[in-house]
């Protein structure tokens, strides 16, 4: 039997949260919760297998048009995530960066997110890439502002720039997106990753996420190896 290749960098989209809650009578809080412990159980076992950078889509820019109530219990959420629920991922030497704007998360959330990424940032294993308030397009526009400020401060040259040197203005200088997941049976992209995803696979199921277990995830694996990846080459 072939070794099983394991992507370098895979991302989620993690969706379903509120379907899954519904479907049993529940508030839309309850799969939030949920899906923070799937998250957590998916950052272990990714990185056990060997992949280098897993990014997941917790919050989008656009999700801040929700409900005060459901905002407010997700930013209460990721605060005892950050704080108190991480011990795993610390003490299996996962390094947790985040991607996303600042403005306008409350400040107690900055805290938290500040908090984990001190607490991680020499360990070694692996990547965990938070993508909190974050939006696809506006981190290119961000990107394209930080270089537009280093041209005029005459930091860097315009010639300088190609898709290398472009992607250290991104929010995290991480390598291309191999595998892209996306839960819940939606065929979108919702302004996620999108100048890392050039290239990737993409891999969608049904599954809503808080049912997104180990072995969900290891089909999405099992599928990646069975693409015959060409880049544009001919075969
Ligand atoms: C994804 O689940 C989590 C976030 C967007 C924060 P949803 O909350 O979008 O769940 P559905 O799509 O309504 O089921
Ligand atoms: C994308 O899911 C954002 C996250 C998973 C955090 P949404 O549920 O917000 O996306 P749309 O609205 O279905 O496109
Ligand atoms: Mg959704």
Redo the contacts with the bound molecule.
Sequence with gaps: MQELKIPNHVAI??????RWATSRGKKRSAGHLEGSKTLEKLALHSIKKGVKVLS?????T??FK?SKEEVDYLMDLFIIQFKNKMKKIIKENIKVVFSGRQHPLREDVLSAMNEITEKTKNNTNGILNI?LN?GGQEEIVDAAKKFAEDIVNKKISMDSIDKQSFNKYLYQNLPPVDLLI?T?G?Y?????MPYQISYAEFYFTNVL?PDFNEDEFDKAIESFNNRDRRFGNAK
């Design positions: 989209i993690m969706d379903g949260n509120g997941v889509y917790a919050f989008s656009d999700n929700r993508c974050y996306r819940s939606e979108r992209i919702s302004n996620f996420f």
